[in-house]
């Protein structure tokens, strides 16, 4: 696990020198494009490698029949499907999307948090320890979506805020939990009145104390209103919610925002209070405590939703005058305190159960001197000792070996381009026979799509979620 512990090492370096230096600007850069190539070099590392293999095997090209490009994106996340589409269309290798997906991501976090503050280091700092293990190598699709939403905020700031709205609502397509985050820049005009913080906050303990578990009512409500390959998905969160509970990662994660939370009540002068950038900081951190106690057992929301929180919530504060002004001791003795606390959480994660699919981490470079490592397999044997379900379990192994993910094989490319005559007869190129279903080209058949679903969330979501519950 040394690589981890040396970029974080290099982050910290970068944070202290940051707290030093009055034009911080470059610091937060350097320690951006370090998280990037760290995030891109990785091959097979991570929670979510065979799942996003699969799906990208099984992605559709924009020389295929147009009617079945249609049918593979309307049934899932429209535009995390029209991007593999995409990717798919140009190259067979699924380390290109990874690479594009950490890449873009990155730098457009970047962009959004040097446009709030200039002390970025230190925000790196904390997503490295705190938040890259879910956004850069569990949760991609996610990942994008918060990006996206982050950018949505930032033009909210900017007094766009239908076009804030807009970018939420496009993030929901790479992932539904983003949808929430639409009404954000609505009710931002407005600062949260800290009685109402405390009311809301105050109800959600007694909801917690109470063990009323609110989720799957909430999803049977939303499903309905989503695609199949969604609703899909939210049926299955629906039946295996989690009873109502916190556990002390879950705690010491909401200890962190609520800090964060007084502190932006407490700290901004008169004219900072109406700061359009604090008062969405106010709203998300509330947002985000309230999920963890209304919604206690729905770690796989809650976590989500902290790739947006944290960073935003952490700029807001660095961008206060009060705190622009600190000595830089103060300084320096805060970035000590965020690399310790970010340390403590990246070992927790590293040295967790479920963390053989991240160590060891294995690089691009390893790989161009012909070293492959065996990711995939330490993926597979983490996923199958953390699932409950052996049915699921064998399932889902069939279907990575129908599609060679996993033993893997070389994936089958298909017939590029098709004549004139074929495509106005809607003739599909010549193709690998695959899984069909029993409505035709509508999707995967009922059964092989609880399979997909399986794969396609478990393998990652599964094993990180365990770590972060026990």
Not at 89 to 106: C, P
Not at 423 to 449: C, I, L, M, N
């Amino acid at each position: 696990m040394w690589p981890y512990f040396a970029v974080l090492s290099i982050l910290a370096v970068l944070s202290l020198a940051e707290a030093r230096d009055r034009e911080p600007a470059h610091y937060g850069f350097i320690a951006a494009l370090i998280v990037a190539l760290f995030s891109a070099m990785r091959f097979e590392t991570g929670y979510d490698w065979l799942s996003y293999d699969a799906y990208f095997r099984r992605s559709r090209e924009l020389f295929d029949d147009p009617q079945l490009i249609i049918n593979f994106i309307l049934g899932r996340d429209i535009g995390f499907a029209l991007l593999t589409v995409i990717v798919k269309s140009l190259t067979s290798n699924v380390q290109v999307l990874f690479i594009g997906i950490s890449l873009a991501t990155v730098a457009a976090q970047h962009f959004v948090l040097s446009s709030l503050t200039k002390r970025t280091a230190v925000i790196w700092l904390a997503y490295f320890g705190l938040l890259f293990i879910s956004a850069q190598m569990t949760l991609l699709r996610q990942n994008i979506a918060s990006v996206i939403v982050l950018f949505g905020l930032l033009l909210t700031v900017r007094g766009r805020v239908w076009a804030g709205t807009g970018f939420a609502a496009l993030a929901a397509t790479f992932h539904i939990a983003a949808a929430p985050f639409a009404a954000l820049p609505l009710i931002s005009k407005r600062r949260p009145h800290p009685f109402f913080s405390i009311a809301v906050l105050a109800i959600g303990a007694i909801v917690l104390a109470s063990g009323l578990n609110l989720l799957p009512q909430i999803l049977l409500t939303i499903e309905p209103l989503t695609p199949s390959g969604i609703a899909a998905r939210l049926q299955h969160y629906a039946a295996n919610a989690a009873p109502p509970a916190l556990s002390l990662s879950g705690m010491a994660i909401m200890a962190v925002h609520a800090a964060l939370l007084v502190l932006l009540y407490l700290l901004p002068s008169r004219e900072e209070r109406n700061d359009p950038a604090i008062r969405i900081a106010l709203w998300l951190l509330l947002g985000q405590i309230s999920a963890q106690l209304y919604l206690a057992g729905a770690t796989d929301i809650w976590a989500r939703t902290m790739i947006v929180v944290t960073p935003w919530s952490l700029a807001s504060l660095l961008r206060l005058s009060l705190v622009s002004s600190m000595k830089v001791q103060l300084r320096a003795v805060c970035a000590a305190a965020i690399t310790m606390g970010a340390a403590g959480t990246l070992g927790y994660y590293l040295t967790s159960s479920g963390a053989s699919p991240l160590v060891p981490y294995h690089s691009l470079l390893q790989v161009s001197f012909g070293h492959y490592g065996d990711g995939r397999q330490r993926a597979i044997d983490a996923w199958v000792s953390n699932h409950p379900n052996r049915k699921e379990v064998e399932q889902t192994l069939r279907m990575y070996e129908w599609y060679g993910v996993y033993p893997w094989k070389p994936p089958i490319r298909r017939e590029r381009r098709l004549s004139t005559q074929q495509f106005r007869r809607g003739t599909p190129s010549p193709q690998r026979t695959e899984v069909k279903s029993a409505a035709g080209d509508e999707g995967v058949a009922v059964a092989t799509s609880l399979v997909l679903l399986r794969a396609w969330e478990a393998p990652w979501t599964l094993s990180f979620l365990a770590s972060l519950r026990t």
